[in-house]
């Protein structure tokens, strides 16, 4: 089993910057990849971006030159840096992590852009 806990959630103005983090535990190894998720008031939950042990990444159209997604493999955790928030970027943000064909998911944090 892998455990992850998100931190770094809050309220900001739109324009304005936040840093979420995620530590993971437990079964760790081989964990490939990990990244971050979000679901919207009413709305499905969607990728937000994704990073593997290479430093490969993928990101959502809507959050591309804005969101930056790192990953220390060796503290095991992913991060996801916002700048210039929107308030479509209101959601509820869930690290994500994948392991042998299984999913794992954070408790999720609050992320609300205030226009």
């Known amino acids: 089993q892998v455990q992850l806990v998100e931190s770094g959630g809050g309220l900001v103005q739109a324009g304005g910057s936040l840093r979420l983090s995620c530590a993971a535990s437990g079964s760790i190894f081989g964990i490939n990849p990990m990244g971050w998720y979000r679901q919207g008031p009413g709305k499905e939950r969607e990728l937000v971006a994704r990073?593997?042990?290479?430093?490969?990444?993928i990101y959502a159209d809507s959050v591309k030159g804005r969101f930056t997604v790192s990953r220390d493999n060796a503290k095991n955790t992913v991060s996801l840096q916002m700048n210039s928030l929107k308030p479509e970027d209101t959601a509820v943000y869930y690290c994500y992590a994948a392991k042998s064909r299984n999913d794992y998911w954070g408790q999720g944090t609050q992320v609300t852009v205030s226009s």
């Open positions: 990073i593997y042990s290479g430093g490969f990444t």
